[in-house]
């Protein structure tokens, strides 16, 4: 997608109210994990602490009370669509659903520039899930009303990423001087990338576990290592698993194979089972993007190390203390 | 649909707050009209009169403050996901709702138990509806949070039973004693299936109405005189329709019949028209779970005895009661 | 569509509370421009001010806490839709999205009467946008609560030409004795003909801008001529551009030419560049409904006199003002 036309200048922005936190995220865009650092990492997970409590005790607050969310979906997304929703919903916000945009003046023509443009006439922020590169920056680059990004394509997801990052720290404490297996299809998951961009800023062991054609692109391994972390590359889940204090898995998808034999041989050193899971650490802790088509199977669900159902929990407190904080309310 | 993996242990299921009224029905799921006995439906019924109060003084109110609906529909029925959306609305409670279950990561393949597992973290009790027998009650087995079953194929849809026993209550001012008949395909209608359950707690003389091939089944017959019941049955309902209390109509589809001759015989026995109405009795109350598509005729709308659309209305008020119920606030 | 039975006598309608203003619009159906006199539209006008003003210093209200409106849309809509959403929620509401009517009961051939009838019961007021011509006048018959016409077909679309006037006024304060240019297809757009119409109730001077086979029809020219208005045909926007106050653009879309040596010779006529808007006047007002394709160049929206995206925020002041008013708490 090319940016049409010329972006909004910021003197002509909408002026914000006087009665906001001054949190470095207020009035801001979250496009791409790049823009945290851990400072802010600090700062937004301490906000999605503060977000579990208010849950747990009174269910929802009225922080973004009289504000409206906009959730943009140009594809499908339950699953974020409704964490986002229900984040707004639980910080006593309204929400736009729009779930149909491929029925809507978009497929009359209309640009993504544009149709931002009429949607911040009625809302206070936009969640934007499209599935071209680079549409997030370009709707930023139009919206004056904070723009975050749910997913733009092969491009990035960062709040999956902070979502995933924030679970490891809620499981295990901390961040640093942590083994991180990923487990799977790590040359096409934006989630694998992302991730790993975040971890990259703290004192992280790399292992990448994947079958050789879908083995995380050579430039990435060698940004990892370029800021001097360990990164290991190995075929098969069983050479890590007694060592790694989290599992990372995602899916590797039988169409990702020409070669049909070359799937059969591989898929089951990506199945985590109970007996994989018996050789596992005791507080190893076992994550998933979901959602998971096999590659766990269901009895690893009341093993008290899967993690993924509790990580969907942590995904919405992120996106509270998100939207909390992009609206100056955090 | 088989059950996949091991249902959380009730131990593992979330704590609840200690705010709660315990009613025999917090935290407790809505799968069958099996569940209920005259006891508990005294209870529901009493609530849903609190309710139709409530919101003819006031519109709404603030019960259910803070609380997330996920209004779950693997297949479109806008009237019943309207019914439970309003309900909870009126309530103070928020929705999710997600209606385009087919388009997303369900169609990638993921289960039913991972899917209520997901967006239990979301909310605190899911409404489904789903195309195939038991799909609620697996959801249950699955959910820690209330599963309300708002339809599962030809199994049971319990709220629409409920809304309907509770409008003869409402119109009648009683549940016993009284002669009801119901009318046109009696074969394949879960909804007469399930209000001639619960119409078999109370002191009830039936009368079933339809052409030979669309009869009740024979064993729901015979359960019906087992229970001591008077239960007739016959093909046309100008037999009946001057003895009843209520009558109940459902759409005789023509698509139900092979030999079309048969069903050009038998339809005009199961239309309503004014002139029929003129031979029932002056306060018979004339029901039917709509859409109607010609089997009630627009001209018996006026009449007082037509009671479809405030049987529209006491919907809301059973939804009201039974999402409050289950929250632990009525 | 034909009406289907008979309508709800007066006599029927649902009680209304004490607590309401009596506006002249409370439970009154907003169906057509026709209804409103300048009288009205100074009424509406001024509620949106202040609705304006509200969202400016507080972003919401609670002027409609309690009250539920159903958002039906017979054919998708995401601006309208989104707009009357924003606009209840802003004022404190709950909002029923029914986006599918296409999968819903009514493709089971329900009718819209039975339709509207039944989503009365949950709602305190209903949106509707249809595809036939006249279906908001037989929905408002039925139906015993307010129903807002968001468009039918090529009948009216009230709120639109009400949010066009609203805009004239807002950015040049005065609606009498004003030059105002339609440019584009006047033959087909029902968002011209009803603004005409409003436009007529003032001291106006009209330029129809059109080529020569999407002229304005001829008794509208008529109408506006026999109500004593100044008005000019002309094939070229230049012809005009330098003595006009208003310039409301509409597309001419390529599919109305038969002959598309036709298209290709007037269609330049008909797109504003900068070049073009450096002969109009410093304050002429640039209007537009949107979406645009391609009739107003990107390069346009930095000229303080596009009004547009102004335009659609005062859409959203029209809809809250309208739906206060018709709630009776304007």
């Known amino acids: 997608m090319s940016p049409q036309g010329t972006p909004k200048p910021h003197a002509m922005r909408t002026a914000r109210p006087a009665d906001h936190v001054d949190n470095g995220f207020y009035g801001q865009d979250v496009i791409s994990v790049r823009q945290f650092s851990r400072e802010k990492l600090v700062y937004i997970f301490s906000v999605a602490d503060e977000m579990r409590t208010l849950v747990r005790r009174f269910g929802s607050a009225d922080l973004l009370s009289g504000k409206v969310l906009t959730n943009l979906f140009y594809e499908p997304s339950t699953r974020t669509a409704s964490s986002f929703?229900?984040?707004?919903?639980?910080?006593?916000?309204?929400?736009?659903?729009?779930?149909?945009?491929?029925?809507?003046?978009?497929?009359?023509?209309?640009?993504?520039?544009?149709?931002?443009?009429?949607?911040?006439?009625?809302?206070?922020?936009?969640?934007?899930?499209?599935?071209?590169?680079?549409?997030?920056?370009?709707?930023?680059?139009?919206?004056?009303?904070?723009?975050?990004?749910?997913?733009?394509?092969?491009?990035?997801?960062?709040?999956?990423?902070?979502?995933?990052?924030?679970?490891?720290?809620?499981?295990?404490?901390?961040?640093?001087?942590?083994?991180?297996?990923?487990?799977?299809?790590?040359?096409?998951?934006?989630?694998?990338?992302?991730?790993?961009?975040?971890?990259?800023?703290?004192?992280?062991?790399?292992?990448?576990?994947?079958?050789?054609?879908?083995?995380?692109?050579?430039?990435?391994?060698?940004?990892?290592?370029?800021?001097?972390?360990?990164?290991?590359?190995?075929?098969?889940?069983?050479?890590?698993?007694?060592?790694?204090?989290?599992?990372?898995?995602?899916?590797?998808?039988?169409?990702?194979?020409?070669?049909?034999?070359?799937?059969?041989?591989?898929?089951?050193?990506?199945i985590i089972e109970p007996a994989l899971m018996a050789r596992a650490r005791p507080n190893t802790v076992l994550m998933h993007p979901l959602p998971r088509v096999g590659e766990i199977s269901y009895a690893v669900d009341q093993d008290p190390r899967a993690a993924y159902f509790r990580q969907v929990e942590s995904g919405m407190f992120i996106r509270m203390a998100l939207l909390a904080a992009v609206l100056g309310k955090a």
Chains 1, 2, 3 share one sequence.
């Not at 229900?86 to 003046?105: C, D, T």
């Not at 599935?131 to 997801?157: F, L, M, R, T």
């Not at 297996?181 to 576990?209: I, P, Q």
Request: hydrophobic share 40%; proline share 4%; net charge negative.
């Open 85 to 270: 929703m229900a984040a707004m919903l639980r910080l006593g916000g309204r929400v736009i659903p729009i779930n149909e945009v491929h029925y809507s003046s978009v497929s009359k023509g209309e640009s993504l520039p544009d149709t931002v443009r009429t949607l911040e006439c009625y809302s206070d922020v936009i969640v934007l899930r499209h599935p071209e590169v680079g549409s997030a920056q370009i709707a930023a680059d139009y919206a004056a009303k904070p723009i975050i990004n749910a997913g733009d394509g092969q491009g990035e997801h960062p709040t999956q990423a902070l979502l995933d990052l924030y679970t490891v720290q809620h499981e295990l404490g901390r961040l640093d001087g942590l083994k991180i297996a990923m487990v799977g299809d790590l040359k096409n998951g934006r989630t694998v990338h992302s991730l790993t961009r975040l971890l990259s800023l703290y004192d992280t062991e790399f292992y990448f576990v994947a079958p050789d054609i879908l083995r995380l692109p050579a430039d990435m391994v060698a940004e990892v290592k370029a800021r001097g972390h360990k990164a290991v590359e190995v075929e098969d889940v069983h050479e890590v698993i007694g060592d790694v204090d989290v599992l990372y898995i995602t899916r590797v998808q039988k169409e990702r194979f020409t070669d049909l034999a070359v799937y059969d041989s591989v898929k089951d050193h990506y």
